[in-house]
Each structure stands twice: as C-alpha cells, then as structure tokens.
C-alpha cells in the first residue's frame, strides 16, 4: 500500500492537541510498520526536526496562499493524486470534499455541530472560524469517507447518534500517552524546570485555553474559593494562556486579587512538561465537554492526582476505579472540594497516584498505530482487492 497521511499543522513550531495526536501516530507507524510507504503530506514551518527520517516514509510540504481550506481542498488531493496513494488518511477532523482516493477521516469531536450554544458564541474568532469551516465540511466528508475514525466509545455513540452512521463506517480508536510522561524524582532536572519557569512552592496544574469547554472561568473561580480557605496560599501554574485574557477574566468573576497566585509560563515544549505536573499539587482538568482527553492520563502517568469531569468521555477515559476524582465541571463548589481533600487527605492523594499510573499504562501510542494500521489494510482490501 501506499498510505498518504494529512499532517497539515505537524511542522509548527508550538503544537497542541491534534497536532501531537499526528505526530504519535506516524512516529509509531514508523516503529511498526516498513513494508508499506507512507507519504506525510504537511505545510511548511519551523519544526522540520520533529519527524524522524524512514526509508518508506516521504514528506511532501504544500503551501496555499488560500490558507487551510485551500491547502486542504485544493494542494492535498491534487498532491495525493500526483504520488499516487491508494489510501488517504485525514487526521484532523476535516478532508477534502472531492476526491476519488479512499479516505479515512479521523473525526476527534463533534462539538462544532452539536447544539450547545456556549460553544458556538464564545471563544476567538479564530476557533469560530474555524467551526464554521468544519460545520459546512465534515456532513459531506463523513458520508463519503471510506472509514471513519474517533477516540472514544462515547464521541463514537455521539458521531453515531448525528450522522446515523452503522458499525461499519464508525471505528473508535484509542489514544494514548508519551513514554516521556512518568513521574519525575531527578532533582537535577526538577530544579532545571522549576528555575526555568519560575514555579511556586505549592501550586495546582491547569490546562486551560481560550475554548470555551475547558472551563477556564470556572477553574479560576473554584480555586479563588480553595485558596480563600487557605493559610498557605498556593499558585495555579497554567501554560500558554494570554495575560489580557486572564485579566478580563478574573474582572467577569470579580476576583482581579488572584492575579497575584496565578503562573503563566508561556508555552512549555511537550518533552518539559513531566517535570513541571510532577512538581504539581494535582492536576485540574474539569472541562466541560471532551472527545477524550489525554491530559488526563499525562497527569496520571506522571504520578499527581488528577481531578477531572463526570461529563462526556472523561469517566471512560479516566476509569471506574477511583484512579481520579470526578465533579461536575459547572458546579465550581465541587471543584473546590476535591482540591481540598487532595491536600487535607494525604492517604487518598497517595491511592489516587498510585491508581492512576496503573491506568494510564493501559493507552499506548504504538495500540493506536497498530488498530488504524488494520483499518488502512481493511480499506485498502475492500477497494482494490474485493472487485
């Protein structure tokens, strides 16, 4: 088989969600599989390096001066075309509208489609442009996808439930988690990482953003409250976040003074971010809607304790066997709470470590990998060798 793989955003420079979620994929493609050749299809930037060189796998930069849709529907399928793929894999939610090679889309979420308004109104203009893009593409993309691919049993029901897809169109595949993600204890490179980025003492880890489903307002209200309890103030690190952000809105749950307890460390390189949770408190991640959440099993892999939603996928992910504590994400009181009975309950901060390694060592990466490579073979054979 030749198999070309979409990987438009894998090169730049600051990646985040999909982007990583590509990159493990091809890495342990690369690992498993070299008898078929792969083509990586992607747009030129910065982080050329990231992508180790294999002998059948080629890379092949597109540019568009008509930006992501015109990259995507325009240069993709007419370069996928040029180097003859029997199979092209999209892995960010979208693909092109026309195309006569087989595709396997990967559809992370349906958050975009769905009725909730709050992620419709809120967020940059961006992240509404870009849902926009994907509202009028991903209902054609998904009917003519030859297979198509999500992260969860419960993004999969959902996916299901809208596009009344059968068994056979609709396959979830794990994620997984970065060997890279365990506990860190070498005190060399935890204090390289506390110096580096400037960490408080005591301090809770938070992966929030501008999107409206991580909960970031309600984060930010929910600890205010804990540290209000507190006689030791601790500090909530967060990555990548705009200070003007922040500002405006601490102003809108009327708690400007925390400024003071929260860390902005700018954005951290995956490979640094062990050092940084292990040194955490625990790891907050109570967002309001997810497809999966791999945070949540960094967290865990890296020995904190993890407080996460009993919405969406994150149960399932997380597990039924108290490797996390669960709240509702739109009650900040509860938020509240399990922040306090991780630092005033030192034996269940201990089981909830201890559990929680155990259960992110049930995801890998190289899992993932081998089950889309049989859905390239079980496409490829219904297309080419059952006629």
């Not at 990583?20 to 008898?35: E, G, Y």
């Not at 500090?235 to 809105?249: P, R, S, W």
Request: aromatic share 10%.
């Amino acid at each position: 088989m030749k198999i070309g793989i979409e990987a438009q955003r894998l090169f730049r420079a600051k990646k985040h969600g999909m982007d990583m979620v590509a990159l493990a994929l091809i890495k342990n493609l690369q690992r498993i599989d070299t008898v078929n050749e792969y083509v990586i299809f992607v747009k030129p930037d910065q982080d050329t390096s990231c992508l180790p060189a294999a002998d059948n796998f080629k890379v092949v930069e597109l540019s568009s001066a008509l930006g992501y849709a015109g990259w995507e529907q325009i240069e993709l399928p007419k370069a996928a075309k040029k180097e003859a793929c029997d199979l092209l894999h999209c892995t960010s939610n979208t693909a092109p509208l026309v195309t006569d090679i087989p595709t396997l889309v990967t559809l992370h979420d349906i958050i975009y489609l769905e009725s909730v308004s709050i992620f419709k109104k809120e967020g940059t203009w961006y992240q509404k442009l870009g849902n926009m893009y994907r509202r009028f593409v991903v209902p054609t993309v998904v009917r003519n996808a030859a297979k198509v691919i999500t992260v969860s049993t419960y993004e999969k029901r959902r996916i299901q439930h809208f596009f009344k897809l059968n068994e056979a169109q609709l396959t979830a595949v794990y994620n997984g988690v970065g060997a890279h993600f365990e506990k860190v204890t070498d005190v060399v490179a935890l204090t390289k990482i506390k110096e580096k980025y400037s960490l408080p003492e005591r301090f809770f880890f938070f992966l929030g953003n501008t999107d409206p489903k991580k909960n970031t307002k309600g984060v930010l209200q929910a600890f205010a409250d804990f540290n209000k309890k507190q006689s030791k103030k601790y500090h909530l690190v967060m990555l990548d976040y705009d200070q003007a952000e922040l500002t405006k809105l601490l102003q809108q749950i009327d708690e400007p003074a925390l400024q003071e307890f929260i860390h902005l460390t700018g954005y951290v390189p995956n490979e640094e971010l062990p050092a940084i949770i292990s040194q955490a408190q625990a790891f907050l991640y109570p967002s309001l809607r997810e497809s999966f959440g791999i945070p949540i099993l960094e967290g865990m892999a890296c020995g904190v304790p993890v407080i996460t939603s009993t919405t969406s996928s994150m149960p399932e992910v997380a597990g039924e066997d108290g490797a996390a504590i669960l709240v509702n994400p739109l009650q900040t009181q509860e938020i509240t709470k399990a922040m306090q009975r991780v630092v005033e309950d030192q034996a269940l901060a201990k089981l909830l470590t201890e559990k929680g390694i155990l259960r992110a060592r049930q995801f890998s990466w190289t899992h993932m990998a081998k089950s889309v490579l049989a859905l390239y073979r079980e496409v490829y054979q219904q297309k080419y060798l059952n006629k």
